[in-house]
């Protein structure tokens, strides 16, 4: 079994930056996929970015080229860097650990407002 705490979300102007981290514990898999999804008030969980063990990265177009996602292999540690925020980008943002099936953190709150 898989544990997912996420921190680093908050209140943030726009154009401003953010830096979300995932620790998973447990029994870890060396095959993961980790990333990020997000769900805004009334809209569906919609992907944000993910990263396979070798690093690999995947981004949802809204995000491209303004959020960059690591992995610290070592710390079990997925990062999320938010740069230039939008009020759009205002959302619950979960972690997901991903092997045969998927595990999500409890979320963490994103807000966008000046």
């Avoid at 979300?20 to 980790?34: D, H, K, P, Q």
Wanted: net charge positive; proline share 4%; hydrophobic share 30%.
């Amino acid at each position: 079994q898989v544990q997912l705490v996420e921190s680093g979300g908050g209140l943030v102007q726009p154009g401003g930056s953010l830096r979300l981290s995932c620790a998973a514990s447990g029994t870890i898999s060396r095959f993961y996929v980790m990333g990020w999804y997000r769900q805004a008030p009334g809209k569906p969980r919609e992907l944000v970015a993910t990263t396979t063990p070798r690093s690999i990265t995947n981004y949802a177009d809204s995000v491209k080229g303004r959020f960059t996602i690591s992995r610290d292999n070592a710390k079990m540690t997925v990062y999320l860097q938010m740069n230039s925020l939008k009020p759009e980008d205002t959302a619950v943002y979960y972690c997901l650990y991903r092997v045969t099936d998927d595990t999500w953190g409890q979320g963490t709150q994103v807000t966008v407002s000046s």
